[in-house]
């Protein structure tokens, strides 16, 4: 099916839910409901790209950092396959807590796992050494200032710092992603834990999520984030039954602009998140239907009226 045949469909579906179940005050014109049915489109592409990639070939060299084209994803999928789940959840981490910066890519992650050239920092090696991690990360952080290559976080963690003496600097964030993994050192163990006293997928996914608030620099985006990709992975079998929309900036604006025609509508998180949820299960996206609104909403809301491209 052509790219605006499906965007039509989708579109289609947010008019009859207007119509019939709530009204989408948000997207009352042609123009704002097309917008929003192709970031849904996009939204839902960028997550069926993950699992893409891991079905096709991957060469050796995206798992190592000291290549050019390293790709922390696309080695945790070689890890997959191997059956090393811890490495392929820690690439994930770092993935997800570095970013893909537009033009600087994937350099950041590839060096400070990389050991800076040295020995790679495998989540073995981390878990064994994770109180020297700090002093090698304040000499990691001196070459890096002084060699001039250009190396920056991703759009969605530019607030973060490389600096050792930060608030919430990069040993610390470390050291606390450890620490919750748990004294064994196995993301398996951990996950099934926390599997263990969930009723629903919906329920493991929050369990998981909460108990990762004792991860330094980890939000609401960054749990999220981390989380879903891990479904993406097959490496958890849960799944978000909210937005987590309280301590949300874009998608509560979108999820008010939506459904309020307001970005600055009082946030009721409660009502919201069951408006998005009956919203989400009339569409029937898929498994993680609610990262799909998420990201949309998010960009949507950045330019209601008018189309524009945001990357991954």
């Not at 050494?129 to 250009?150: K, L, P, V």
């Not at 610390?172 to 996950?191: K, L, P, Q």
């Not at 939506?258 to 408006?275: C, H, M, Q, S, V």
């Amino acid at each position: 099916m052509k790219r605006q045949h499906m965007i039509d469909a989708i579109s289609a579906q947010l008019d009859v839910f207007s119509v019939g179940n709530f009204p989408l005050r948000g997207i009352d014109a042609p123009e704002k409901r097309e917008t929003l049915a192709a970031q849904i489109l996009d939204s839902k592409r960028r997550i069926e790209y993950i699992a893409a990639i891991g079905q096709g070939k991957i060469s050796p060299l995206r798992a190592n950092p000291n290549s050019d084209i390293f790709d922390p994803l696309r080695a945790a999928w070689l890890h997959v396959r191997e059956g090393n789940i811890d490495e392929a959840c820690w690439l994930i981490f770092l993935a997800t807590h570095f970013g893909k910066h537009l033009k600087n890519g994937w350099n950041l992650c590839a060096d400070v796992y990389g050991g800076l050239g040295g020995e790679v920092w495998t989540w073995e090696k981390i878990v064994a050494e994770i109180g020297t991690f700090h002093s090698w990360y304040e000499e990691c952080y001196r070459q890096m200032m002084a060699d001039g290559q250009q190396r920056r976080f991703g759009n969605h963690r530019k607030y973060e710092s490389l600096r050792p003496d930060s608030n919430r600097p990069l040993p610390r964030v470390i050291g606390s992603y450890v620490a919750w993994v748990g004294n064994a050192g196995s993301h398996e163990a951990r996950f099934a834990e926390a599997e263990a006293t969930a009723s629903s997928q919906e329920g493991y996914f929050d369990i998981l999520y909460r108990s990762m608030k004792t991860v330094v620099s980890f939000g609401r985006a960054g749990r999220f984030d981390f989380l879903t990709m891990l479904i993406k992975f097959g490496i958890i079998d849960g799944k978000p039954g909210t937005l987590y929309l309280n301590g949300a900036t874009g998608p509560l604006d979108g999820a008010n602009l939506l459904f309020y025609g307001d970005t600055r509508n009082a946030p009721d998180y409660k009502i919201l998140d069951e408006l998005l949820a009956q919203l989400s299960t009339y569409m029937n996206m898929g498994l993680l239907e609610m990262q799909i609104l998420e990201d949309a909403l998010c960009n949507w809301q950045k330019s209601p009226s008018r189309y524009i491209y945001f990357g991954g």
